[in-house]
């Protein structure tokens, strides 16, 4: 047995959901609403629905995971079915399946549908690679529940009142990472297109400005007057209305995209601030890296304390526990959950806080982070850290010489 199916097989149930929000997970595109809501609810699903769609012509984040990182997500998979699910489907497009799912497909060992037999058997058991025919809207979840479970879904309901989780391939690779290693969600996968010399698949700290990303794909310039600066693909995205400089990746950031004004106003969706330019360019015809390229390396980073400001009133930002002046060391918590729907945040980068607003933690590198741990100062013996018990999931401040491993610790009412 593999360390990854042991490590999840060992997971109790109600541990999925208080180890996934203190990691601070939320979904790796779409709407990036916080992962372990869905996990909440766990005891009542028994099918884990895998959206590796990618509908976007120029996102590769989810193929690369399927097929580079195949044995891993097969072992997730394993130690998922026998803890959590009896059965766990990964619906994809049938025109990617020779480039990139033929690892996956046979380290799972999956049965196979085609899209003509779909939906799948609801008696399947096991892993199931279910492949689609090549729409976009198949990337949308209630059609995918659809077309694939033969789940038609009214109203506001939710996957899970079918008896269905849906996560994307990244955000997967973040749970596996969170439950194996006890390591949080401090970074992301984005690609930048549009009005910019080169296409990039980049991996990026969470927080990292858009500046950052424009120059790596060559655009070190400032934006004309007549361009603005897209969140998403270019089938579903939205204006970053702020300088790029101001904007820091956010943990359901996929891409960002440099296009004309006009275009953008031409191709406005409705009132919600949709933006839909698939018919502007050739986006599949363009040359694209199909892996990550390059990890940047900010020199500052802005930490957003609410993924999506879209769910204000629904999701509660996290809460600061440091200061400006505090000194902080990559994985380190900066934000605990707040009250209601809400996770945790922690430094994707090494530095000194520089700014805590209302609704983001800055840090910038310094000479002695850039320089590494050598020669450090002492540990502050009066610092507190913050730690959530594995037992009950509460953060509580406890004091000690260093930070304290997040899925080692246990409250003295849990003891």
């Not at 099918?47 to 509908?55: A, D, G, I, K």
């Not at 399927?66 to 997730?76: C, F, I, K, N, P």
């Not at 424009?214 to 969140?231: F, H, I, S």
């Amino acid at each position: 047995m593999s360390v990854t199916r042991e490590k999840v097989s060992a997971v109790e149930p109600p541990a999925f959901a208080v180890t996934l929000r203190n990691a601070g997970l939320a979904g790796a595109g779409g709407a990036g609403f916080p992962t372990y809501a869905k996990w909440d609810r766990l005891e009542e699903v028994d099918s884990l629905l895998v959206n590796h769609q990618e509908s976007e012509p120029n996102y590769y984040m989810d193929k690369w995971l399927g097929r580079e990182r195949a044995d891993e997500l097969a072992a997730l998979f394993d130690g998922l079915l026998d803890r959590a699910f009896d059965r766990i489907v990964v619906a994809a497009k049938r025109t990617d399946r020779e480039a990139w799912l033929g690892d996956l497909e046979a380290a799972t060992e999956a049965t196979v549908y085609e899209p003509g037999d779909l939906p799948i058997d609801g008696t399947e058991t096991g892993v199931v690679i279910a492949y689609t025919a090549d729409k976009y809207e198949f990337g949308m979840e209630t059609v995918l529940m659809r077309i694939v479970a033969g789940v038609v879904m009214a109203g506001d309901e939710l996957p899970m009142d079918h008896g269905w989780i849906v996560q994307n391939t990244e955000t997967l690779a973040n749970v596996a990472r969170a439950l194996v290693d006890g390591e949080p969600m401090t970074e992301k996968f984005v690609h930048v297109d549009g009005r910019v010399p080169t296409h990039r698949f980049l991996r990026v700290p969470v927080g990292t400005p858009a500046t950052d990303l424009l120059e790596a794909a060559g655009r070190a310039d400032e934006l004309g007057a007549n361009e603005v600066v897209l969140d998403g693909g270019p089938g579903w995205c939205f204006e970053i209305e702020r300088p790029p400089d101001e904007f820091g990746v956010r943990k359901r950031t996929n891409c960002l995209l440099v296009m004309a004004d006009s275009v953008v106003e031409e191709n406005r969706l409705g009132s919600g601030g949709r933006i839909n330019v698939l018919a502007s360019a050739a986006w599949s015809e363009s040359s694209h890296e199909t892996a990550p390229t390059a990890r940047l390396e900010p020199e500052r980073v802005v930490v957003p304390l609410l993924t999506n400001p879209a769910f204000e009133g629904v999701v509660t930002p996290s809460e600061p526990i440091v200061r400006a002046g505090d000194e902080v060391e990559p994985g380190e918590l900066i934000a605990r959950p707040g009250d209601g729907i809400s996770t945790a945040q922690h430094a994707p980068i090494d530095g000194t806080v520089t700014g805590v607003a209302d609704r983001s933690v800055t840090i910038e590198r310094d000479e002695a982070s850039a320089a590494g741990t050598a020669g450090a100062e002492p540990a502050d013996p009066h610092r507190i850290y913050w730690s959530w018990c594995r037992e009950c999931g509460r953060y509580l401040p406890e004091p000690q010489l260093e930070a304290v491993s997040p899925t080692e610790f246990v409250c003295s009412q849990c003891r």
